[in-house]
């Protein structure tokens, strides 16, 4: 019977979604907050160092200082700054989207310990007696920029000027300071170099007692300066000292490049694997394609509702996060595919592939969603940004990719219009009558010729000479560390022609920043990267910033890691894989068997090895998006030995008792056989976006890009050669030590369904 009325259904709920998606989709975008790799700014991590001696660094002081942070940022008006307390003495500013960054840099590190003292630095005031907002940029008769202060008490300044003035003649200056440093600065040293060169801001000759609020600082100040001095003084003083031991800052044009071409790339991707999924799955193949709309429409919505930030690993994570919403898509297909051949009608296809593909999804991805998590409470900056999406997308698509599309499917299989098999791409020729009684098992496959099991040895022996050639290569090569990892600083320069190594190099020597390590990268060849040992001082980075910029047009992106936060961060990475891997296993041993937990490891383990060696060949820099990558792989890889197992798991089920070895891997070769397909085709809509990432994508996470092509082939491998050929080898070891056979064990209520010997 034929119900029109699921029909009008569908069209009423997929119309509704679009239109809602529609004529909100603009608003949406506009709400989403850009990290500072998409619309430029900088990032600083600084370490909290005692201001006086004997003073702890406490919870409270790290809030205070914060507190004070975020009242100077204020000043330049930079909507939504981020600052967060890091560990015990840390804290991490980022500010996207800001023009001066040179002043944003000085006016956040500056203490604005403002001072007043004599010729032999006694103290006489400091800041605590000055008004709040008592300080202005001003000019004075002849027209100069000035400061002007308001004090809080007229009667403790008369008797400050008092005791300047009566210190006679050439020592009766009241001299003022910003940041004195006791014990390095004084007025005597100072007041030998040029004007220009002091430290102090003004000294002043105080030749009658002044009983006044009102007082004048005048200097060489240029108006910017004065506005600067005046907005430091009344943002207040920084309880400690300030040291910049990392920092990012990208130039507004790179940031905007970056956008433009990752959003290129990604919708290219997404628009090729909308393309496939239509032609290869037909009618499931649609349902996914609006689902997947909906997926990435939710991701915006929730990412805007918890306030987060996108960066360029963010934008990354979404169109990966479509891939592996994809994954269940096709895993739901290709079940209800194999069901369709057994015979069944389409009803029940549909029922009963939803069925039994629900576990491998779930499993699949509870694992990488663990793999996520890790990343996130590991990661720095814009890796825990991407941890933090393809947390939102793997959530997401338990929403729309099994819910959704299963719901969509549903009205459409059940409205009787669609009951050819043609429809899910089934030929009726391909098809059995369901009295035959012809199971899943006995459906033949594209890899029926294909011995996995019987070729084991051949991989282990393929995978043993990878690992030895592998540590010879390391051994030799070593590693290509980027700055995260070794410390330094790493600049990239952009221009507005082509740019050549020689003429940058040349460049870099004349302003003082000699280095011959230049590599020349763009579309146009219009940007050049050079990798300093050393990590620019503060003042060394916004000298570096405005000759280039002066030079080239562009303010230039640039990065310093100082060797103390490059051995955490390479520390953080090895405890983020080691935390994954672990729970991974455990999750894996009590979900399935200890066996195929050590078979998913091992499988994991060969995984990385490739990626790093593949790296150090092809000498890529290795940086903390390349953590990313890897925990991404480790994640993308255990989703295909999960699958793999759980259609092991399912066809051993299937069996009362399996006697010998050849039985059993006769069990092992069909599973990996009828999971080849699925395996196949999601890999390739996944390395469809990431060939995308590659060509077509921001420079900037071209590395990671090839990380996870290199990961997703060599996943693809280890989970089919690897991981069931070790779970095979124990299972069968086994077999032979007790003598025994693989039974399916009764299911309890609460018990597994793993297969026991």
Known sequence: MKLANRIITFVLVVALLFTGMGTTVEKVLNNVRLGLDLQGGFEVLYEVESLVEGQKITQEVLTDTTSA???RINEFGVSEPSIAVEGEDRIRVQLAGMDDQASARELLSSTANLTFRDVDDNLLLDGTELKEGGAKGSFDQQNQPIVTLTLKDAAKFAEVTEKVKNMGPGRNLLVVWLDFEEGVDSYAVESQKPPADQ?????????????TTDVMISGNFTVEETKQFASVLNAGSLPVKLTEIYSTSVGAQFGEDA???????????????????LLYYRLPGFISIITLAVFTYLVLIVFNGINAVLTLPGIAAIVLGIGMAVDANILTAERVREELRVGHSVKDAFRFGSKQSLSAIVDAQLTTLLAAAVLFFYGTSSVKGFATTLIISILLSFVTAVWGSRVLQGLLVNSGYFNNPAWFGIKKSQQHNIEDGVTTLDLTTKFDKLDFVGNRKKFYMLSTIILAVGIGILAVFKLNLGIDFSGGTRVEIGADSKLSQQEVEEYLEEIGFANSDIVISGD??????????????????????????????????????????GTELAKNAMKALAFAALGI??????????????????????????????????????????????LTIVGYSINDTIVTFDRIRENIDRHEKISTKAELANIVNKSLRQTMGRSVNTVLTVIIVVV???????????????????????????????????????KAREMDKKGTAVVKKEKKQWGSDEPQV
């Open 259 to 277: 956008l433009k071409h990752t959003v290129y790339a990604g919708i290219i991707g997404v628009l090729i694997i909308f393309a496939f999924m």
């Open 69 to 71: 942070l975020n009242h």
């Open 199 to 211: 430290k102090y801001q003004s000294a002043a000759s105080v030749t009658q007692v002044l009983n």
């Open 692 to 730: 995308a990432l590659i060509f077509l994508g921001a420079p900037s996470i071209q590395n990671f890009s090839i990380a996870l092509l290199i990961g997703l082939l060599t996943g693809m491998y280890s989970s089919i050669c690897i991981a069931a050929q070790v779970w095979y080898t124990l």
């Open 585 to 630: 296993i455990i999750y894996v041993a009590i979900r399935f068997e200890w066996r195929m937990g050590l078979g998913a490891i091992i499988s994991l383990l060969h995984d990385v090895f490739f990626i790093v060696v593949a790296f150090s060949v092809l000498r890529l820099e290795v940086d903390i998006t390349f953590i990313a990558a890897v």
């Open 524 to 565: 146009a060849q219009n940007i050049a990267v050079t990798r300093y040992k050393e990590d620019f001082s503060q003042q060394e980075v916004l000298d570096f910033k405005a000759q280039v910029m002066e030079k080239y047009g562009q303010e230039p992106s640039l990065s310093t890691v100082s060797p103390t936060v």
